[in-house]
């Protein structure tokens, strides 16, 4: 790439952020990979020395509004305006409202909604005045379906999924693409992080929630053993998204993703709805 465009990545430590660092730094981006704390930065850095890349790395904690600040003005000064967002970085967190106490919502709704209403909002200017740029964050299936047990983390990915579906429309008269990836199960370190942050919950658990949750567990299957998708596959949707001459407003990212989705989606692309309030807007 010539003149290569900048990508920066939230929560980029694992999982699909890790491998969607990769996935932009042998596409030729200038990638900036962020991290909330840059002492997790091995298997990143491993990775790209496996990958025969380069890219750099910055700290960034999407949940501290004074963070994004910082990073992102390191960020601009050192490699120029962000020409590509990916919003990555986000966590779960396992219990239903009544055992979800206001300080595990409050993580969950900063970590999921708060940081990419911050970062999209941090980046968007320099956007509008280039008239061109996209931004691509990653919700979930649970972003369209809310799934016992995971109601803060569904509230927080419909949130995200509320806030983008109506930007979009403005956003790409400023020259700039909106996108969601919603994947079903991933085999990352999601879940083992789901567990440890609602370890305490869990353990906690009285009837009548603890025989729900077994049941549910149980009928829910290891999803994850038969239909989950690698980070390098997500990370290869994002970098559609991100490539793509007319990228789509959704991306659901699998037949099973889909499957579970089917109830609430009749236009799996999601541009249907995009192109009807976009035409409120005015002339284009
Ligand atoms: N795995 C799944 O089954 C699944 C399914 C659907 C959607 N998703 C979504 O996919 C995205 C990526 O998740 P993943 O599967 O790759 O999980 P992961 O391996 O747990 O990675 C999550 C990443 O987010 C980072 N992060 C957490 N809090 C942060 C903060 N305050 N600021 C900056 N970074 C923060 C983590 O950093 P640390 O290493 O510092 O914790 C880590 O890098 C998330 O938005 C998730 O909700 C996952």
Request: aromatic fraction near 14%; hydrophobic fraction near 50%.
């Given at each position: 790439m010539a003149n290569p465009q900048t990508v920066l990545i939230t929560g980029a430590s694992t999982g699909v952020g890790l491998d969607t660092a990769i996935a932009f730094a042998k596409a030729g981006f200038r990638t900036v990979a962020t991290l909330r704390d840059l002492s997790r930065?091995?298997?990143?850095?491993?990775?790209?020395?496996?990958?025969?890349?380069?890219?750099?790395?910055?700290?960034?904690?999407v949940a501290s509004a004074a963070s994004i600040t910082d990073g992102l003005d390191r960020v601009t000064r050192a490699h120029g305006p962000v020409q590509v967002l990916v919003n990555n970085a986000g966590a779960g967190f396992l219990g239903s409202i009544e055992q979800t106490s206001d300080e595990d919502l409050r993580r969950t709704m900063e970590?999921?909604?708060?940081?990419?209403?911050?970062m999209t909002k941090a980046v968007f200017p320099a956007m509008r005045e280039a008239g061109a740029g996209r931004i691509i964050s990653v919700t979930s299936v649970g972003g369209l379906i809310g799934q016992p047990f995971n109601e803060a983390y569904c509230a927080a990915k419909f949130a995200v999924e509320g806030m983008m579906e109506g930007f979009a429309p403005l956003a790409r008269r400023m020259g700039v693409s909106v996108s969601l990836i919603e994947p079903g199960p991933i085999n990352t370190e999601f879940v083992a992080n789901v567990r440890a942050s609602s370890a305490e919950t869990l353990s906690r658990l009285t009837p009548p929630y603890d025989a729900y949750l077994?049941?549910?567990?149980?009928?829910?299957?290891?999803?994850?053993?038969?239909?989950?998708?690698?980070?390098?596959?997500?990370?290869?949707i994002i970098l559609e998204a991100a490539t793509a001459h007319q990228p789509h407003?959704?991306?659901?990212?699998?037949?099973?993703?889909?499957?579970?989705?089917?109830?609430?989606?009749?236009?799996?692309?999601?541009?249907?709805?995009?192109?009807?309030?976009?035409a409120r807007l005015g002339p284009a």
């Open positions: 930065r091995g298997a990143l850095d491993e990775a790209a020395r496996a990958a025969g890349v380069s890219l750099f790395v910055e700290q960034l904690d970590v999921n909604f708060f940081g990419v209403w911050n077994a049941a549910y567990m149980g009928a829910s299957g290891n999803v994850f053993a038969q239909y989950g998708q690698t980070g390098a596959d997500i990370a290869a407003f959704r991306y659901v990212t699998s037949e099973f993703a889909r499957q579970i989705v089917k109830p609430k989606v009749v236009d799996y692309s999601g541009d249907s709805v995009v192109e009807a309030f976009a």
